[in-house]
């Protein structure tokens, strides 16, 4: 149960940390973006569910997925990065 449990919860995590990223780096995300965002999520939680600390590579896949700018990842993922742990 508590893999499943953990699964939910890091795909909802992803799927918001990518959306409050790409809004507080003002990224448009159109509507297929942000279904490429929950389906990305989704599936990288199912893969590493037992990985601990592996979120932040997984927002990176997740914003890969949408084509975020290269050069305003390392800034997305500093605004993660804080609160990424205790999470």
Not at 31 to 40: E, K
């Amino acid at each position: 149960v508590g893999a499943t449990i953990n699964m939910d919860g890091t795909s909802l995590y992803q799927a918001v940390a990518a959306v409050f990223i790409a809004q507080a780096l003002g990224f448009e995300l159109s509507f297929v973006d942000q279904l490429m965002i929950v389906l990305t999520a989704l599936l990288a939680s199912i893969g590493s569910a037992a990985v601990p600390g592996a979120g932040m590579v997984m927002l990176v896949i997740v914003l890969e997925a949408v084509n975020f700018p290269a050069d305003k990842l390392a800034i997305g993922l500093a605004l993660i990065f804080a609160v990424d742990r205790p999470l």
